[in-house]
């Protein structure tokens, strides 16, 4: 079912426009409190047909500050969506929370961030909603981990609009001989996904709908659980340090992380069901129910980043050392490993035993199956980005890497082929006209899997807060058990409207 946003929806949007437009809604600073937000529309065309659909959204956000003297202030930023990627929401009540993977509601309203500052002499401190920005390089950072993301449009919004903010605890600490921020989060906070029929799920988080065996064809049903978090208490919290020191033109940070991984990780188990048809020649019927849920792993990261800039060049780096990260096993593999004549054959010795010892009354027996479906190793992943400005042309590249140690073949997981996981990115960007046109190119492109991600675009600011975009999204992958190449089919053309206030 798909939800109706139709035309007086749209017709609201207009009127709200021109509310906006008169000189009382620009953003305004009254006595220390200011007031600014955006209100956008914006819609997608799929490029191919049999993808799933999209209505089109509306967002509304305000972002307030208040000055609280010379020792603090607050700030509250709220988003309101009309969501037209939610396909039949369950979820009845308005406000996102911090509890689940699949918030499946829609309208939605959202608190990115709501904290206050207090500053001294020494040191800051921040309590409240918040996004922490460590690292150098652009939208992938090996060591940013403070923050998990909302997927719910793949990776499309920018990054400092993806994350999603925590309740936390940070304190910058200056002094003479380097800069200190410490952060607390007393309880992780999950990711976002799409639900399963939404266009943006991950295919390689679906399990096949039918596993092929020696005894034949063994429909799956699946069924998607949401996270269970961790027990409230202090041991779960999450921890981040990160020390800054400026040398000689170098910008440069060592940092550490103790906490939950922020990818998307699932576990699964499965019910294999035997039912006997035919009692006289032992006619069986098998089917499977497959049970997928979000899953927890803690680790730690060792990092290290800098930045300098020489003439119009940036030069910036990120590297980070994953102590205990785990990856997904593919799937293809796992259903191999459970569906041996071995396995099948212990599972029918089984049923039968049992079947006779009842006196032959348990003709329908269920065989609970816990596989392996993930890889517990060390890894490090690192790069290396480089910046050009020249008159209104920007230009942006980066070369990241994936490595994991000791990698086993015979187990592959996802995303990373052989060990190894290479992406070079492009941002170039132009100005025109007195800075009112920008067209652009994005680009990512992965070495192993041949997979590439494009986003040429055209921006137009017809006054100084009104402006529109439109883009296409090209993805395209040899391999569809990779990151992008999962999502071949999902080209489209997108278009907004935003209107600044």
Do not use: C
């Not at 990260?325 to 049992?354: A, G, L």
């Amino acid at each position: 079912m798909k939800i109706d946003h139709g035309g007086p929806k749209l017709g609201i949007i207009f009127i709200l426009i021109w509310i906006l437009s008169s000189p009382a809604a620009y953003a305004f600073n009254y006595e220390g409190l200011s007031f600014d937000g955006h209100l956008e529309s914006r819609g997608i065309k799929p490029i191919n047909s049999g993808t799933p659909k999209e209505d089109m959204s509306y967002e509304l956000e305000l972002d307030t500050e208040r000055d609280l003297g010379s020792w603090g202030k607050f700030r509250i930023a709220l988003r309101a969506i009309d969501d037209g990627k939610v396909i039949d929401p369950r979820n009845k009540h308005p406000f996102n929370t911090f509890n689940k993977v699949y918030q499946d509601r829609n309208p939605s309203i959202n608190f990115d961030e709501a904290y206050i500052d207090i500053y001294t002499d020494r040191a800051d401190f921040r309590l409240g909603i918040q996004k922490f920005a460590w690292g150098r390089l652009d939208e992938i950072n090996p060591t940013d981990n403070l923050n998990t993301q909302d997927l719910t449009e793949f990776a499309f919004p920018e990054q400092s609009v993806r994350k999603i903010g925590a309740p936390a605890f940070k304190a910058d600490i200056y002094s003479d001989l380097f800069n200190t921020e410490i952060a607390w989060i007393p309880r992780y906070v999950p990711y976002r996904l799409p639900t399963p029929e939404e266009r943006w799920f991950p295919p390689i988080l679906k399990p096949p709908t039918v596993v092929h065996s020696s005894s034949g064809d063994i429909p799956v049903t699946t069924h998607y659980e949401d996270i269970d978090l961790p027990a409230f208490k202090l041991s779960n919290s999450e921890i981040g340090i990160r020390i800054s020191k400026y040398i000689k033109g170098w910008d440069t940070s060592i940092s550490y992380f103790s906490g939950y991984d922020p990818t998307p990780l699932i576990t699964g188990t499965t019910d294999i069901t035997v039912e006997l048809l035919d009692p006289s020649s032992f006619k069986t019927q098998i089917k499977t129910d497959a049970y997928v849920k979000p899953r927890l792993h803690r680790l730690q990261v060792f990092g290290f980043d800098f930045t300098n800039t020489i003439g119009k060049f940036t030069l910036r780096g990120e590297f980070a050392y994953y102590a205990g990260k785990y990856y997904s096993r593919k799937t293809e593999d796992i259903m191999r490993e459970e569906t041996t004549k071995e396995k099948q054959k212990e599972i029918m010795d089984k049923f039968m035993k049992n079947y006779f010892e009842s006196g032959m009354k348990e003709s329908r027996q269920v065989f609970h199956m816990n596989p392996d479906v993930e890889e517990k190793k060390n890894s490090m992943k690192y790069g290396l980005g480089l910046d050009y400005i020249r008159g209104d042309t920007n230009l942006s590249v980066q070369w990241i890497q994936e490595y994991i140690f000791d990698y086993d073949k015979s187990r592959p997981v996802y995303l990373n082929k052989n060990g190894v996981d290479t992406t070079f990115t492009i941002s170039i960007k132009q100005l025109y006209l007195q800075d009112t046109l920008e067209i652009g190119l994005d680009g990512m492109y992965g070495v192993e899997f041949r997979q590439y991600l494009l986003k040429p675009y055209v921006t137009y600011s017809f006054t100084d807060n009104l402006k529109g975009t439109i883009e296409a999204r090209i993805l395209q992958g040899r391999y569809t058990d990779s990151a992008i190449g999962q999502f071949r089919d999902n080209d489209e053309v997108y278009l907004s409207m935003r209107y600044s206030f």
